[in-house]
Structure formats: structure tokens, C-alpha cells
């Protein structure tokens, strides 16, 4: 098995990464790629975290993905055997590639329904994808570790490339390993190891332009977080390491069961004083965290549960308080649809105050932008035999203010 994995390396002219397929930083000149099963070696626990994360996972065998999600069903008209791959699986969708290497677009019986080829895993349905297309798969830049542009997979006409490994594992970040493995990893040498933001950006991203944001619909689209990140503000000098264990799973999925895992940073490690603040306001006293106003989930990767609210965190952090403010717009050149560099008041306060409207977020954040004042906090309720619901704490809360506002004017 060693000796097919150092042919294939060696009959690969050149390898690329990410969304623009940039060229991979050889470590060391003629190293090759070896797998992660090599790393574990000497990186056990390193290697235990990765097995969590959705990194692994994504492109497997229908087998290794009923391995991980026994329940994972397979597109109406076809069973295991005839999937070579499935393609996510672990978080938020799948998708499935058929023997011949495209992804299938055709489902039922006798292939005779155009569509309900992705499964979304959080709402249990079908959706369509590219319905009835004939859709190669050339996704292994971002998917897999050693991608390649310059030969087909085993000859296989719907992929358009080949891959080293599947999923992105270790050398998919670090580069071929085998000279770091001969040299035994002293110091850490002819190995890659790059923290930029930059780095993490070559894949979470849509699109060749940094200062675009793709969107469709009502939300940005997913992995384009470092997009959002370069629109903002201060929070743009970040590289995603400050926050982020790149080895540790943030999103509950299949091998993972504990949400924000890797997270290492949290908002108050360095806005404390804001934090101590708004831990007696309003909102800190009902429950409601930093991430769920300045990270709603205004970006989709598979399922919108209401109109202002999908499936992955936005990383804009900003928010624009102004009633006119828009979170999408259409470029008049091209017509596409791209993401304005902040969250606007429908994604910070609507997602959860569905009842309101934008005009009542915008009188109500003026009151709560400096995130509530320590004296004028809202002492926390005893608690009774029921506890009242979110919207009567609301309601409460702004007949004290209301109070405050008059009492100051008097």
C-alpha cells in the first residue's frame, strides 16, 4: 500500500490548494505525501482531536460514512454499492458521487427525477443540487489532501483531478511529510507550519476577489470566512488561530457532540471591560451570548431555520445599526449577489425577536449600544416555580428603561 501512495507521488507533476489552486509550499524538495497515519505516530493527541473534526470526512465511502452516521441514507434509486463517494456527511449535507466519479444529480427509481440528490442533515430532507446536470467533481482542491489537476482519478471521466489522500489531513496543511518523518520531526523541521489567516483563507473562501463577499438569497454563502473576516474592521488583523485550534472541531457533527470545542479565545478573554459590563445588562442578564448579535448565522451551507437565520456563524463581527442599512446587494456589472461588510439589524436582533422589525431594532439598540450600564443593570429575577419566558423578561426590561429614560429627562 506504502509503495502504490509513493508511485502516485511521484507520477504528480504539481500539487494545488484551495479555491484558486494555488501551488502547495514543498517543505523540502522531492518530499512526498505519507497520511496522517504516519503523524499519529508521534502526534497521538493531535491526531485524536483531527478524528473529531469535519476536516477528515470530507469525501468518504459510503461504508466509512455509515461508519460515522449509520443513519446517513443513500439518493432514492441507489444503494451503498453504487456510490464510490460520498461527499460531506459529517455536518450540515452530503452529496454523492456515482462509479463513475460525477456527482448524481438524477435520482429515483429509473433515474427519472431531476434533483433531490442532497440530503440536509438537520432538517431529515432532499434537496436539489445542479438538478439533473451532468456535474464532474472537481472539489478536491479544498477536500482532499495532494490534490492534483495534471491526471484523473484511476481514469474515472466525472473526476476532474486526483488526490494523494481523501479529506484533508495533516499534510493537506503542512505539506508532504515524508522528509519531516526520516529526519524525525526534530524541531520541527521540513514540515510547514503557517498561522495567517491568509493560509486558512486559501480555502475558506468563495471566489478570486478579497474584498467580495458571494451570497444567494438572503444569506452569505459558506467557507467564506476569511472574506469575511478582511471586511472586518479591527478585527481583520486577526489570523483565525488567535480563536481557532485548527485540529478541533467548532460545530457539533458527527464524531463531535460539544459545540465550540475549538474554540481557544473567547470574547471577553480580550474585551474584558465590555464584557464585565454586559454581563449586568440587559441582555447578559437573560442569557444571550456575545456570538449570537456580532456571529449570527447569516451564512448557509445547507438549511435556513427562519428568514433572518441559517447554519454557519457569520465572521463579520461588526454590526450596523441603521434601519436603512442592507445586509445583501446585487452588483450593477456583473448582477451577482454579494454581502455587505456587516450584519444589519434583521440578523443581530430579528432572528431571535421575530415579532418586531427592523424600525423597532433600530430605536432599540440605541439604547443598549454601549451593551447596557453597570449601575442601571437589571437585577436577576428570583426564581419561582415558573420562569417567565423570554419575551416577558423582554418586556420587563424595557418598561425599567422606559422608567430610566423619563426619570433622567424629569
Sequence with gaps: MICIIFSTSATAQSYVIGDQKTPVVMPVEGATYIGAEECKICHQEI????ETSGHKYKIMTSEEALDIRP???????YTKDDILYVIGGWGWKSRYMNNEGYIITKTGENLEINGSNQYNLETDEWVDYHAGELLEYDCQKCHTTGASYDERTEDLPGIDGSWEFRGIQCEACHGPGSEHVEQKGIGGVAINVDGSASFCGQCHRRGAEDDKIPASGAFAQHHEEYQ???ASGNMSTLNCVVCHDPHKPVHVGATNQIEKLGITTHCDDCHSAVAEIYEESIMGVVGVECVECHMPKS??????????????SSHLFRINTSVDAEFIYVDKESGNEYAN???????????C????????AAQTTSIILDHGVKEEAIPVAPTSEETPGFSVLIATAMLVIGYIVIRREL
Design 47 to 50: 491526531y485524536g482531536d483531527w
Design 71 to 77: 443513519d446517513l441514507p443513500m439518493p432514492e434509486g
Design 228 to 230: 469575511e473576516l478582511l
Design 299 to 312: 451564512a448557509k451551507s445547507a438549511v435556513s431555520t427562519s428568514p433572518y437565520m441559517a447554519d454557519v
Design 341 to 351: 461588510p456587516y450584519i444589519t439589524l434583521e440578523y443581530a436582533c430579528l432572528s
Design 353 to 360: 425577536h421575530d415579532d418586531k422589525d427592523k424600525s423597532w
